[in-house]
């Protein structure tokens, strides 16, 4: 019978994916997410808990999701798998194997409150320039050196440039094909040079 997993046992499972480059893991280490608690909490506007309910999970633990969300494209019931599921994403988190972790409605509530509270644009926008000024791009599940990512040219400037280099392309020969129109322009030309040759 299997024992319970340890925190060294734990340790050692977490040491390959340090070894692999977990994405998430330079990201916790990038951004502090502390510097979102004040805003967070702001924004929520939640009661101290008095009335006996179930305290609530920590903002920055599920603005943490949020992030997840928008980095992988998750949706909530994913986002609850995946955490279950992905040693990176309970280490991200900060969450242990027997702690418990949002479902899906706790994470969907969790962004209507700060939707409803128009923080939720604020609050990326604020994540977006922490990880810029440390030189970083988050893309697709990557955390990136942005110094190394060439920015892309607009679409309208490709599209011209494209153009420009079909211009001066050479003309494919149409093999056994004759334009009509062409055909009888060079014939006209010719009766103008020496009409009485093609009377």
């Not at 480059?21 to 939640?46: H, I, N, Q, T």
């Not at 990326?124 to 190394?148: E, V």
């Amino acid at each position: 019978m299997a024992g319970q997993l340890g925190f060294f046992d734990l340790e050692d499972r977490y040491a390959p994916l340090s070894k692999a480059g977990d994405p998430l893991e330079k990201l916790a280490a990038v951004v502090d997410f502390e510097l979102f608690r004040y805003r967070l909490v702001k924004a929520l506007k939640r009661s101290d808990g008095a009335r006996g309910c179930r305290p609530p999970y920590d903002p920055t633990l599920m603005f943490k999701i949020l992030i997840l969300q928008a980095l992988y494209g998750l949706s909530d019931e994913q986002a609850e798998f995946q955490i279950w599921d992905r040693l990176t994403f309970m280490r991200f988190l900060g969450l242990g194997p027997g702690e418990a972790v949002p479902d899906a409605t706790t994470i969907w509530l969790f962004r209507e409150h700060l939707t409803q509270a128009g923080a939720i644009k604020t609050l990326f926008g604020r994540f977006d320039a922490l990880l810029a000024d440390k030189g970083y791009l988050a893309m697709s599940g990557q955390i990136l050196d942005a110094s190394l990512i060439q920015a892309r040219h607009p679409a309208n400037a490709w599209t011209t440039a494209r153009r420009r280099r079909s211009s001066k392309a050479k003309p494919r020969p149409r093999s056994g094909r004759t334009n009509p129109a062409r055909q009888r322009r060079r014939t006209w030309m010719k009766c103008a040079k020496d009409p009485g040759r093609y009377r």
